[in-house]
DNA sequence: TTGATTGCAAAGCATTTGCATGCTA
DNA sequence: TAGCATGCAAATGCTTTGCAATCAA
């Protein structure tokens, strides 16, 4: 059950820096967070991340993850997005390479991928209108490799088992 | 401040079509909703629209164009977009080309562009995944040319007017 | 006449804020 | 010690829902 001493530790000194540089504080419940947060893979909100913390520390409030995941968005260390479910969900951002998504509206899967090109092409249309970005998100909706083979076998949809917007996901 | 009389008729019986083949019902709340929606220039709110909608008939509710914004996208005449404001904007879908939207994010203003070569980039990255899209949404989010313009003025910013996000267009 | 639609008020949900208390620097 | 951070409860803001009355087919 415990972390391995070393790990993430260059992602901890960014937190520290970012910490420092505002004039803001270290505290037990940002380092947790933080951990717990690098532990899991990919695509949690807030109540999601809340869950997991909770079962390490049950003094630690929703508040604080709301408020600390906004704060590593702000290190650069957490990535926000959203699927179209009302919700915002959050990824590694430091040392994690930039990629885009795919998501089921069948099933919820989140494919994640990256294109170099369309990247490429994205910076020459901004420059081209003279636009300074940022930062970008691309998602495309549809349907799965699964699910359409689900579909093509003509098994009777599980209906009534309305499929909630659930994250999973395949790496390229 | 009479519309044209065969203004946005095939517009008016897609809705009909699909209200028809839905078993559902016309309604002046509706037609008026329809008519207002495709008369405006881009990107409102349900709140935006009833604001529109209420001069020129203050019976009707905003429930009612939250609900219509919806029947709309259904029928395909409009498509949800968001800004990242927590907001969901609606455009005109029907007959208005597909294009994608960089946003400032210093002065609010939404510029539209479109590139045939990425999104022929996306469908290729699709089907190597053997995802099959049914619509996708591409955002960059940056300073643009007139903000990089103002700043480089060394013009004091304008502090205090937190720049709300606005929704202008810039045609491509 | 039937059942979809409407408008209002109330409820829902994710997220933010106020404030007294706790804790870092 | 000063003032940022925390946790709780309450507030917020957008959107949806329940329901009685209304209206289209």
Redesign the interface.
Known sequence: MRTKKEKFVVEKSILLEHIQAAGLRRTNQRDLILEIFLSTEDHLTSEDLYGLVHRKDPTIGLTTVYRTLKLLTDAGLAREV?FGDGKTYYEHHYNHEHHDH?I??ECGRV?E?F?P??EE??DE??S??????????????????EC?RSKADAQPAPSGAQPRVRVKT?KH
Chains 1, 2 share one sequence.
């Open positions: 959203g795919m089921c509206t494919i991928f294109s090109e369309i092409l994205q249309m901004a081209r209108f003279g636009f300074r970005p940022t930062h970008h998100s691309l998602r495309m909706w549809g349907v799965c490799a359409q395949a």
